[in-house]
């Protein structure tokens, strides 16, 4: 069993310690904030680069280029075009034309970056 001691230093210990996530705009890197019972502060970086298609999402959104797209459930030969917003793990925010249109990942057959001419 714990004496009382013990349990209000961890309680102590617990109010003192505090975690700050930040997430760069360009990258899902996280760098977490954390003091420590002494005040010290340490810096870690967790290892949460995006990869394969979440990296090329990422870079598209990040350059400001455009996209085509294709949906699974339509015609193959039926193209759009957008610019990429945003995306996460299960979606892709999508301005085509002015309008904002939110796009389950699953209900893509394909896309790819825009050729600049």
Known sequence: MMHE???EAQREYGRRVTE???VSANST???RTVT???GAFKRRADAK???GHEAFLKAIEASGGGIWFRYL???PNLVHHGMVKHSDKFTV????QGATRVVFKHALRDFGPEKRA
């Open 73 to 75: 459930d339509e015609d």
């Open 5 to 7: 001691s013990e349990r």
């Open 49 to 51: 680069r995006p990869a």
């Open 20 to 22: 700050t996530d930040r």
């Open 29 to 31: 890197q996280t760098t």
């Open 93 to 96: 925010s999508i301005d085509v």
């Open 36 to 38: 420590d019972a002494s």
